[in-house]
RNA sequence: CGAGAUGGCCAGGCGGCCGCGGCAGUGACGGGAGACCAUCGCUGUCGAGGAACGUCCGGGCUCCACAGGGCAGGGUGGUUGCUAACGGCAACCCGGGGCGACCCGCGGGACAGUGCCACAGAGAACAGACCGCCAGUUUCGGCUGGUAAGGGUGAAACGGUGGUGUAAGAGACCACCAGCGCCGCCGGUGACGGCGGCGGCUCGGUAAACCCCACCUGGAGCAAGGUCGAGAGGAGCCGCGAGGCUCUGCGCGAAGGUUCGAAGGCGGCCCGCUUGAGUUGCGCCGCAGGUUCGCGGUGAACGCCUUCGCGGGUAGACCGCUCGAGCGCGUCGGCGACGGCGCGCCUAGAUGGAUGGCCGCUCAAUGACAGGACCCGGCGUAUCGGCCAUCUCGUUCC
RNA sequence: GCUCCCGUCGUCUAGGGGCCUAGGACGCCGCCCUCUCAAGGCGGAAACGGCGGUUCGAAUCCGCUCGGGAGUA
């Protein structure tokens, strides 16, 4: 499966990782891509606290996010289990220091894991092959009008 | 054989490979004086449920509060038991349903009081009289009196049936029945039941309406609670005590100044000008670098700061955290719930929260409902399918 | 974890034992008016979350259940 290191467990890291990731959607899963933040300048009194330990050396990490309009508790497991099997076969591939946060959606509850894996490998390749970040997009968005 | 009733049990099985969480052992690397700690690997072992669910009750545990009594509020409601306790369970009683095995019931009190009973109907609660029946009277429309058997309304109408009686009638009277109350005897721990007698002859329903009665009830919840315990960014966690110091940051730069000066004077301040000195400052942090003893130095005290000690405590870490009203088997007591005794067993402890992926064999099958979070006892709800035991009814055969 | 509240036409709501065959507003449908649309007028369809109980009678009272929401640590 996936080791405790490779996991996102702080809510700080979640929130992170959503708000600066590109988001690329496939059948079940949403995909929030959040490469390593190499400038890591301007909130200096933070760095002790933070239990990410932000070395370059760390290993590329996956956080999974399944709510409740997925299903009761058994099937919300289920499908955490299966993503997560997912991702571990996934992550060698991915770059050191990356944070990667999988959101299942509904449909994810009537998805086999063959299903399931394909999802996810599809929706890293969209995200990663994206543009730019947020604000590139949005630039683009903005211009044709 | 068919149709049912009740109680209990199971929750696919066996195996291989790669992974995940806990514990134990062991190895490697790193840190440490050491005890040991962190990471990774290997081996062994353990790793969700009958409902783990909903959170409707009860308890353990922890903290807080508390002289005693009463009221309010909330809850329970046949009896006797079981239990740590319960609103749970068992047996029994009463009422209702079913041919039956069995099932269902928030099942105290309506002469303590108050309220409400729509529509219909004459009348819906200290009774009263629409049609009728009977008697009297009459201007033949009716009026007065008697009566509650018959009609009609309603969920419910002041006992039912038959007779005696009467102008017509009526518990007015009689017999039986139903109901209520009282007394006696018998059975039962008791709820209650059985039998006999007497009484008045009869009294609506609703308390899951307010209420009355009896009994129970302090509040919060493991995010409870406890232990340990950072302060970098100069002077930044708080408090107490003792001591020290009058020192003054960092970077760049050759050099950072302290009783003749970067002092002094003038303009309200920023700031500028002037005299003096002079090679001569710039940036950042920050607004503490001071107060009093007449004053700048000197000295003293206090404060700031700093050092040491003690206490509290935020972030954080750890404990609480799983051996318990525990489970299994046997035996004894009890109708039973349950209890006593003996023997054996140890069975998840996570913290973004551990069970997934691939494959083989097998059963008709993909398997139903569904995942611990302090722990127990119940209740309620969800659930594919299968097995066992006892019992009832019907049919057929012997 | 603890505590509390609410479910009524498509939407927002009234009603808290009988007067309810459940009222109102907006929306919807039909007709009238107009050359047509709007406005206006007339008419109509449309709901008590589910199951059980108490009562003669339940949207209303009680229990369970399903769904939604709020507060607090």
Redesign the pocket.
Known sequence: ?????A?????RD?GSALKRGRRAARGGVVVHWAPERHTESPPA?AA??TPSEAGANRTARA???VSKAVG???VR??V???L??AA?AELPHWPAGTDVVVRATPRAAERD??ELRRDLTEAVQAARSATGGRSGRSRERRSPA
């Open positions: 499966m996936l080791p405790a290191d996991r996102i467990r702080s809510s979640f009194q002790p606290a956080g999974f996010v009761n508790a058994v497991n289920k955490k289990r299966r997560r099997h571990a894991f063959a």
